[in-house]
């Protein structure tokens, strides 16, 4: 194993040089020509690859802690199974490069050009994507995404992320997310980690806002409030009736955002109400006449050809005409933002 530590390589040729397993910790590479140079598995902590020219060059399994790769042209470089924790790319040209299976835990990445990178397997935690372009990249099988940064980032139709993150797939798959309310193990982390799966969606779903791809980011808001809903839940934040409101706004429109859900409910308490009119011994209805009826007073419509005679119709239809009058008007204000929305 070659110790290159501490020398300067600042300016050099390096066209397919080869420091495999090398050690080049606290090297300077500054404004190197570093084109398919092979770096497969060395050491470069510290190192300073600032305005170096590294396109195509091969950084497979290299252990980068804190390793400044500020300016660096890695066109088409291969960083697959990398370790750059902490490392800086700002600025940085880094199309069509390959992070595969990478950890860029704490990395930075302000105003650099991603287009077309890839992630799969990658670890990105804490990592700051602040005014970075990443068109075409597809974030969709990353290992971790947490606490990331997006702010100002630029990207198009071809971006993708995953629906749900892997960290909030495994906290709502273990045994004790069903039974979050009463658990006697949880804890504070518990809630830390819906906390921080939180800010994921939300780092989200502001980029996909202020790109105006509506759609996409009222799905990371849907899944943004059901997450700090959960958080809320198991540490007990606000008030009891807070906590009611906001799952009766998850379980009846999915907080605006599953207007189908809220029009399954709307269908269900007509049928309900139909079918309570039905089993009246002292008006005896059709269950088709009772569904009509029922529908007509859900709607409000007031036909007047079947009308109650009996008293406890006369309670039961008010408060099923009030029921109709508070769902009609939540399912039209959410048709009508997402409508305007969209």
């Known amino acids: 194993m070659e110790d290159l530590t501490g020398i300067c390589f600042a300016g050099a040729r390096l066209f397919e040089a080869d420091f495999s397993g090398a050690v080049c910790n606290n090297a300077s590479f500054l404004y190197a020509s570093c084109n398919k140079a092979i770096f497969t598995a060395a050491m470069c902590s510290n190192s300073i690859f600032d305005h170096a020219h590294c396109a195509d060059a091969c950084f497979i399994g290299?252990?980068?802690?804190?390793?400044?790769?500020?300016?660096?042209?890695?066109?088409?470089?291969?960083?697959?199974?990398?370790?750059?924790?902490?490392?800086?790319?700002?600025?940085?040209?880094?199309?069509?490069?390959?992070?595969d299976s990478a950890n860029l835990s704490s990395a930075s990445f302000n105003s650099a050009n991603l287009r077309e990178a890839t992630f799969s397997g990658c670890i990105l935690f804490q990592t700051d994507f602040t005014r970075a372009d990443i068109s075409d990249c597809d974030f969709t099988s990353v290992k971790?995404?947490?606490?990331?940064?997006?702010?100002?980032?630029?990207?198009?139709?071809?971006?993708?992320?995953?629906?749900?993150?892997?960290?909030?797939?495994?906290?709502?798959?273990?045994?004790?997310?069903?039974?979050?309310?009463?658990?006697?193990?949880?804890?504070?982390?518990?809630?830390?980690?819906?906390?921080?799966?939180?800010?994921?969606?939300?780092?989200?779903?502001?980029?996909?806002?202020?790109?105006?791809?509506?759609?996409?980011?009222?799905?990371?808001?849907?899944?943004?409030?059901?997450?700090l809903m959960d958080y809320n839940i198991i540490l007990k934040k606000g008030s009891r009736r807070s906590r009611m409101v906001e799952r009766l706004q998850f379980y009846l429109f999915g907080f605006g955002e599953k207007p189908v859900r809220l029009l399954m409910w709307i269908v269900a308490l007509i049928l309900a109400f139909g079918a309570t009119y039905s089993l009246n011994p002292d008006y005896p209805l059709s269950l088709v006449d009772s569904i009509y009826f029922s529908a007509v007073t859900f709607f409000t419509l007031g036909f007047g050809d079947i009308y109650p005679l009996t008293l406890s119709c006369k309670i039961v239809a008010p408060i099923e005409a009030f029921f109709g009058l508070v769902f009609c008007s939540l399912f039209t204000v959410t048709i009508a933002r997402k409508l305007i929305r969209d």
Request: one cysteine or more.
């Open 62 to 99: 290299v252990t980068g802690l804190k390793t400044s790769f500020i300016g660096c042209r890695s066109f088409e470089a291969d960083y697959s199974e990398a370790q750059c924790l902490h490392s800086d790319f700002n600025g940085a040209m880094l199309k069509r490069v390959k992070f």
């Open 144 to 227: 971790e995404l947490r606490k990331i940064t997006l702010s100002d980032a630029a990207m198009d139709q071809s971006t993708f992320f995953p629906i749900t993150i892997p960290e909030h797939s495994k906290l709502i798959n273990s045994p004790w997310y069903k039974n979050r309310e009463t658990h006697k193990l949880l804890d504070s982390s518990c809630g830390s980690k819906f906390f921080n799966i939180c800010g994921t969606y939300q780092a989200i779903y502001m980029l996909m806002k202020a790109n105006q791809f509506h759609h996409e980011a009222g799905v990371f808001y849907y899944n943004y409030r059901r997450c």
